[in-house]
């Protein structure tokens, strides 16, 4: 069977004020659509609701059934409202996040920390892409933000700014290059390099410079991830050109030394991509506000 919840409504009132012409002034109604209403209800369920008297009406077995439902449906309901209202109003609901290793490493960590901890019932679901497949996944909707390098051009996206990074040459202890004050990449054009997969922002832009340069890298091994890159300088397979933040702390910890790029190209932006801003979720919302300081 399929209900009407303001039949349901109506019902309740009847039962409640014992009458259908009380039910059908508290419900701006005229009695006659009320008790039509009721009719109705009876023959789709097959049974009487109500024995009519003189002065009103009282409920039969299976009235006085309907009513339990119907009060445990209007819990439900109330119920449902409220959870729908929190997720409106921002206080429940998920947020899907792609971003790149750079923005994972260096700043979103602490970001995201922060966010939570004023917004404890909302989820994050953070994949880590590269910027290429990020700006992918926030035009066909797979995301609601991407946080992407700015070498990548956007295409079909909304961007806002995010943070501003800055690549440095990740090198072994007591490398021959340790303690310059800066270097160009010019200056490491005979040097074997780490390099991170070809599709990566950072990859491709360096070697796009190697080749402004009229040089190619010499790439003797390349990796996936920023902590494959480290270990394998580490080893001392090469130097690799890594961000700030992915080189900082084990320089710190003595396990990488780092010199800085002296030119313009090594200071790069993290954007923010989204696809309709005025029809991001209010979670979302709420997120791109934060990051961006708004």
């Known amino acids: 069977m399929r209900h009407d ?15 259908i012409a009380g039910a059908a002034t508290r419900h701006n109604m005229v009695a006659s659509a009320v008790s039509k209403r009721i009719s109705d209800l009876e023959a789709q369920i097959g049974t009487p609701l109500f024995y009519r008297k003189r002065r009103g009406v009282e409920l039969t077995a299976a009235g006085q059934k309907l009513l339990a ?20 109003d921002g206080k429940s ?12 490493t260096q700043f979103l960590p602490e970001d995201l920390a922060e966010f939570v901890k004023s917004h404890p019932d909302l989820r994050i679901e953070l994949a880590e892409q590269t910027s290429g497949e990020i ?11 991407g946080i992407f390098s700015g070498l990548t051009e956007p295409k079909g996206v909304t961007t806002l700014s995010y943070r501003r990074d800055t690549l440095v040459v990740a090198t072994s202890p007591g490398h021959w290059l340790v303690g310059r004050e800066s270097v160009t990449l010019r200056d490491l054009l005979e040097e074997d390099f780490v390099g991170l997969q070809e599709i990566s922002s950072i990859q491709s832009h360096v070697r796009d410079e ?12 390349s990796v996936q991830s920023f902590d494959g890159v480290r270990r394998m300088v580490q080893a001392r397979l090469g130097i690799a050109i890594l961000p700030y933040g992915a080189v900082e ?13 002296s030119e313009g190209w090594a200071r790069r932006d993290l954007l923010i991509a989204v696809r309709a801003p005025k029809a991001l979720p209010r979670p979302a919302q709420m997120l791109l506000d934060s990051l961006t300081g708004a």
């Open 135 to 145: 700006l992918a996944a926030v035009r066909e909707g797979q995301c609601d933000l």
């Open 249 to 261: 702390p084990y320089v710190r910890d003595g396990e990488l030394s780092m010199v800085p790029l």
């Open 5 to 19: 919840l303001v039949t349901l409504q109506l019902f309740q009132a009847v039962a409640q004020v014992g009458s």
């Open 69 to 88: 439902h119907t009060r445990a449906l209007d819990t439900h309901i109330e119920r449902m409202d409220a959870d729908m209202m929190r997720y409106a």
């Open 210 to 221: 190697a080749i402004r340069l009229g040089a190619e890298l010499k790439t003797r091994v």
């Open 93 to 104: 609901g998920s947020i899907r996040v792609a971003a790149n290793s750079s923005a994972i």
